[in-house]
């Protein structure tokens, strides 16, 4: 017998269990779910804080706007870290390991853990409520906005601490001194800090700095401020301050000095006046930058966007308890949101 003979033999049968092979295949690929279809999103924040509730609403009503809405157009998936950085490192590496096209970020520490994760560049990663993208450490050229990790953009909207500590000396003129508590392992307090170091000086104004690590600690750093000599407290973007918001509030009232503050928010619960961000349009800002990248294009050719809408909002009634010193002129109302309710 030839040695081929056999082999022409065993040609039919093999021939057939191949076409079986492939047939079946065939129909389990018919019921496999398809790749294609709504690009799953992951929404990152770090903390329930409300500035970080309010930037989120306000970017899912400009998704909605542009045509993105959950459980239609794309699948969105919520994740937050509850104010712990192990649990964002954690969360972030999940996010970038192949389940989602693209991660949406709040907070600075958000953007950080992502950035670090996604160092590969495996999801496409827009970030917003952020203060100062320039100084997280994560590639953008501070110099350069088109400059950036390739799949990534997103918003900074740092705040106005000059103003702030300008609108304090305008509405009490002989102010001297004022506290500032702050967490320095978080990089938008470092940079809050840093400039109302340099905008202090020349006005006069003696800044006394009160270090916090974490929210039980911020009711005694306010308490230690005002027995320094403090006139006043200011409240900025520190994410570990503002989560005890109220206790630092309440402990300034009793030692009856004022607190203001970056955070709009805080006025109507006990502080004398806010100058900062409007959060719902920055988060409607990041909506729009976000739907953008949903619909195809490439981040690497857009370039980070700094912008900050602001709001100037008043609470007279806190100065009136405090006396005359902390009046507010006519002028300095006439540029302001009053707040009656």
Request: aromatic content about 6%.
């Amino acid at each position: 017998m030839r040695l081929g003979e056999p082999l022409r033999r065993l040609g039919p049968g093999a021939a057939m269990i191949v076409l079986a092979g492939m047939a079946l295949l065939l129909s389990d690929t018919g019921r496999r779910p398809s790749p294609e279809g709504p690009p799953r999103v992951a929404v990152f924040q770090f903390n329930s804080q409300e500035i970080l509730n309010e930037g989120l609403r306000g970017m899912y009503d400009a998704l909605r706007d542009r045509g993105w809405e959950d459980g239609k157009t794309m699948l969105v998936e919520r994740f937050n870290s509850e104010n712990d950085m192990p649990t964002a490192a954690s969360i972030a590496r999940e996010l970038v390991s192949g389940r989602f096209g693209y991660v949406f970020t709040v907070s600075t520490n958000c953007l950080q853990a992502v950035a670090k994760a996604n160092r590969e560049g495996r999801v496409k990663h827009v970030f917003g409520v952020v203060a100062n993208p320039r100084e997280a450490g994560i590639g953008i050229n501070p110099n350069d906005p088109s400059d950036h990790p390739k799949n990534m953009v997103g918003i900074g909207s740092l705040m106005p601490v000059g103003e702030l500590l300008a609108m304090a000396r305008r509405i009490n003129p002989q102010l001297r001194r004022v506290g500032l508590p702050w967490n320095p392992s978080q990089a938008n307090s470092e940079t809050y800090t840093r400039m109302a170091r340099e905008a202090a000086g020349p006005m006069g104004i003696e800044l006394l700095e009160g270090n916090v690590d974490n929210t039980s600690m911020v009711g005694e750093v306010t308490s230690s401020l005002a027995g320094r000599g403090a006139e006043a407290i200011m409240l900025t973007g520190d994410l570990t301050v503002s989560l005890a918001m109220d206790t630092l509030l309440a402990t300034a009232a009793q030692s009856r000095i004022p607190v203001f503050s970056t955070l709009p928010v805080a006025v109507g619960r006990g502080a004398l006046f806010a100058i900062g961000a409007d959060y719902y349009r920055i988060g409607r800002q990041l909506g729009e930058l976000a739907a953008r990248v949903l619909s195809g294009e490439d981040p690497n050719r857009m370039p980070i966007v700094y912008e900050l809408p602001k709001k100037f909002v008043v609470d007279p009634r806190a100065g009136a308890r405090l006396g005359a010193r902390w009046s507010f002129p006519p002028d300095a109302l006439a540029e302001a949101t009053v707040k009656s309710d």
